[in-house]
């Protein structure tokens, strides 16, 4: 099955710096996504982005689906951004195959 | 309030004994999927309907079934036969899109601990 790897696995700010955030898949895709798990566990989407890029406030999120990765830029952090971000792919058949996520913790 | 709930949010259980698990939503979403993470890990697919009255297995569909009787619910039975039980389980939604998925939205999760 297609592979997902996302780097790094842990990432420590300071508030108000930038990050940006990888991941790289091993197949052609029809489709990815990537979310926001909380510290309670709940998982909210960010973006729905097959190739090209998106903005939504400090995020945006730039997948080249010929190259087979999709980056996810933070802007101006803020400890409300800390937690696990993950990318999942699809490849076929409505299902999503998720990568093992970036832990990112933001100090005050 | 549209969305996606999950009942209970903690659940503590014997070893050996069959467990079932809530999902429901009411978004009018066709397709609904259950997932299961566990500690420092992504989230694997455990099965997935995109209609009623039909679902398939998905990665790890081994120890665990479901039904589909009616669009809004999705219940994940947990059975003795889960080698491992303990983790956390997240159901999800989406328009069903043929050959494709759309957008997924979650519940706020399960805790399930086996004793």
């Known amino acids: 099955g297609i592979q997902v790897e996302q780097s790094p696995p842990d990432l420590i700010l300071q508030e108000g710096a930038n990050s940006t955030l990888r991941c790289n898949f091993s197949?052609?895709?029809?489709?990815l996504q990537w979310f926001h798990q909380n510290p309670w566990g709940q998982l909210i989407n960010l973006f729905y982005i097959p190739s090209g890029t998106k903005q939504n406030g400090r995020l945006s999120a730039t997948t080249v689906a010929t190259e087979r990765y999709s980056l996810l830029y933070i802007s101006s952090s803020q400890t409300t951004d800390s937690g696990v971000y993950f990318c999942?792919?699809?490849?076929?058949?409505?299902?999503?195959?998720f990568g093992e996520g970036t832990q990112l913790t933001v100090n005050p | 309030d549209g969305g996606i709930t999950q009942s209970p949010k903690y659940l503590f259980r014997k070893e050996g004994q069959n467990v079932t698990l809530s999902c429901e939503q009411n978004?009018?979403?066709?397709?609904m999927y259950w997932y299961r993470q566990d500690p420092g890990q992504g989230l694997r697919l455990i099965y997935y309907?995109?209609?009623?009255?039909?679902?398939q297995k998905g990665d790890i569909a081994e120890g665990y079934s479901v039904s589909r009787e009616k669009k809004e619910s999705f219940p994940l039975t947990v059975t003795s036969a889960q080698k491992n039980p303990t983790a956390f389980y997240l159901c999800?939604?989406?328009?069903?899109?043929?050959?494709?998925?759309?957008?997924?939205?979650f519940g706020p999760g399960t805790r399930l601990t086996v004793l």
């Open positions: 197949d052609s895709v029809n489709n």
């Open positions: 978004l009018n979403h066709d397709a």
């Open positions: 999800a939604s989406s328009i069903a899109v043929a050959f494709s998925t759309d957008t997924q939205y």
């Open positions: 999942a792919v699809e490849t076929s058949g409505s299902r999503l195959t």
């Open positions: 309907s995109q209609i009623v009255n039909d679902f």
